[in-house]
């Protein structure tokens, strides 16, 4: 799905004639966008209601998604307050892979595998590698009959990848072009290795991919 830009100029970005599912997830993706780049600020309160009457819908595909961003920790919604956005910071989104790649290194293991063979086209809606690593990993971990620790990962695929887009990693001042090319060919290796069902190269792959997402804000930060 394409990203819904918020207009600078304030006026409403309709989204209005999309069938439901699509306008949750749609106003998800804009509600995401906003606060990665900082338009709606660290601790910021913001209501319900005007955030729908923002965006042009109602309240409840916005409370749908609020749900979703409440469980990745960017926002609270607090009854007679409203939503207040977090104190989130670069480091706690490099902290997420963190955990994942010890996860990948050391899957804890479930009775019984609940997985199938990888298909690439769940790639598909990956736009950067940063989803493509939460995507890979989620399958390896359940592949590896880590079930939980792979739904964790999967949940975390959708701010992943948008937080390692260009736009987004820059306004959060790191220049996430430079060397994408070196980290799409890992995630090419993890792939082909996933299709072959070679799990221990694939876990390789990824421990190599997390390292340099984890890097990324150190080595390539902008000056301000």
């Known amino acids: 799905m394409e990203r819904v830009r918020n207009d600078p100029t304030g006026r409403r970005t309709g989204l209005q004639g999309i069938r439901r599912n699509l306008l949750r997830d749609a106003v998800l993706t804009q509600l995401l966008d906003l606060v990665l780049r900082g338009v709606y600020r660290r601790g910021q309160r913001i209501q319900l209601e005007a955030i729908a009457d923002d965006m042009g819908v109602s309240r409840t595909p916005v409370r749908e998604a609020l749900v979703t961003l409440e469980n990745l920790q960017l926002v609270s919604v607090q009854r007679y307050v409203g939503v207040v956005i977090a104190s989130w910071s670069v480091d706690h989104l490099t902290e997420r892979i963190r955990i994942a790649r010890a996860m990948i290194l050391d899957p804890q293991a479930g009775a019984t595998v609940r997985c199938d063979r990888f298909d690439v086209a769940w790639l598909r809606e990956c736009a ?76 390789r792959a990824l421990v190599e991919l997390a390292d340099a997402l984890i890097a990324l804000p150190d080595r390539f930060g902008v000056a301000a």
């Open 128 to 203: 950067t590698e940063g989803g493509a690593f939460a995507e890979l990993g989620a399958w390896f971990l359940r592949r590896s009959a880590a079930s939980v620790s792979g739904d964790w990962l999967a949940s975390q695929r959708i701010l992943l990848d948008m937080f390692f887009a260009d736009d987004v990693a820059l306004a959060n001042g790191i220049d996430a072009v430079v060397a994408r090319r070196e980290r799409f060919r890992i995630v090419e290796r993890a792939t082909l290795a996933a299709e072959r069902d070679d799990l221990a190269e694939c876990a």
